[in-house]
């Protein structure tokens, strides 16, 4: 069906300037962004960059004028590189990046969102085969990424691609980065400090701290020990409200 900037196509810097405005208008508190092909796109190889360096740099232009951040859904490398030189805030996935792209990614302080967990999660053998063919490409070459990010220093930040990966299961996302490396500790700082300086809310967000929301889960068990048992959430805060246990 035609699609056009009102449901997030844009071709051009005039339109990625209007896309992006038109998003702001209506209330948008973050600009995503696909800059490179996917694993469940038909149209094109996973790799390949899909908007110029032009257009990037204009909507990071726009979105920063008006202090937005701005994420890329970017598996390929060239993708990943023009998301950084245009100053985009963020890249999802990242699974292609070489170690002079992790390089540069960790210079910069351009976060990473991972999402590891869909290699393990994806009901990969329900998908068509030309999908598949791009899954079994694409997740191992990102489990070596994810540690060489890891091992570079760069800010990793804790994201599920839902719906990809259900809501609610973030948890897998955690078990997912220790599995490629991180330590517990780690991970859990990847979901709540890292998280909210990317999100810019380090100031009341991601901390048990006085002054902060009183966000607060409880598991039965030592999660710094052992990450899986942040899958069994018995107690939860909101802003100081329990909303689950006693």
Same mark, same amino acid.
Not at 201 to 222: E, F, K, N, Q, W
């Given at each position: 069906?035609?699609?056009?900037?009102?449901?997030?196509?844009?071709?051009?810097?005039?339109?990625?300037?209007?896309?992006?405005?038109?998003? *702001? $208008?209506?209330g948008?508190k973050?600009?995503?962004?696909?800059?490179?092909?996917?694993v469940?796109?038909?149209?094109?190889?996973?790799?390949?960059?899909?908007?110029? +360096?032009?257009?990037?740099?204009a !909507?990071?232009?726009?979105?920063?004028?008006?202090?937005?951040?701005?994420?890329?859904?970017?598996?390929?490398?060239?993708?990943?590189?023009?998301?950084?030189?245009?100053?985009?805030?963020?890249?999802?996935?990242?699974?292609?990046? #070489?170690? @002079? =792209?992790?390089?540069?990614?960790?210079?910069?302080? #351009?976060?990473?969102?991972?999402?590891?967990?869909?290699?393990?999660?994806?009901?990969?053998?329900? *998908?068509?085969? %030309? /999908?598949?063919?791009?899954?079994?490409? %694409?997740?191992?070459?990102a489990?070596?990424?994810?540690?060489?990010?890891?091992?570079?220093?760069?800010? *990793?930040?804790?994201?599920? @691609?839902?719906?990809?990966?259900?809501?609610?299961?973030?948890? +897998?996302?955690? *078990?997912?980065?220790? @599995?490629?490396?991180m330590?517990?500790?780690?991970? /859990?700082?990847?979901? =709540?400090?890292?998280?909210?300086?990317?999100?810019?809310?380090?100031?009341?967000?991601?901390?048990?701290?006085?002054?902060?929301?009183?966000?607060? !889960?409880?598991?039965?068990?030592?999660?710094?020990?052992?990450? $899986?048992?942040? $899958? @069994?959430?018995?107690?939860?805060?909101?802003?100081?409200? %329990?909303?689950?246990?006693?």
């Amino acid at each position: 069906m035609p699609q056009s900037v009102e449901q997030g196509i844009a071709n051009g810097v005039s339109e990625v300037r209007k896309a992006v405005r038109y998003q *702001i $208008k209506y209330g948008a508190k973050l600009i995503k962004i696909s800059a490179s092909g996917g694993v469940m796109s038909f149209s094109s190889a996973a790799g390949c960059q899909q908007y110029s +360096d032009e257009e990037l740099a204009a !909507i990071v232009d726009e979105a920063h004028r008006n202090g937005l951040r701005v994420a890329a859904h970017a598996h390929g490398d060239s993708g990943i590189r023009a998301c950084i030189r245009a100053g985009v805030d963020c890249i999802e996935h990242g699974s292609l990046a #070489t170690d @002079d =792209t992790v390089k540069l990614m960790a210079d910069t302080g #351009t976060f990473l969102v991972g999402t590891t967990a869909l290699a393990d999660h994806m009901a990969v053998d329900r *998908i068509h085969p %030309i /999908l598949q063919k791009k899954a079994a490409e %694409i997740f191992p070459q990102a489990r070596r990424m994810f540690g060489k990010a890891l091992g570079a220093g760069v800010k *990793i930040a804790c994201g599920s @691609d839902a719906p990809a990966i259900p809501h609610g299961t973030q948890a +897998d996302e955690l *078990i997912a980065m220790v @599995d490629r490396g991180m330590t517990p500790m780690q991970a /859990l700082q990847a979901a =709540t400090m890292t998280s909210a300086d990317l999100v810019e809310r380090a100031h009341d967000l991601g901390r048990l701290a006085p002054g902060y929301l009183a966000d607060v !889960i409880a598991v039965p068990g030592d999660p710094s020990e052992d990450i $899986k048992v942040t $899958k @069994d959430v018995r107690f939860v805060m909101k802003d100081g409200r %329990i909303y689950k246990g006693a």
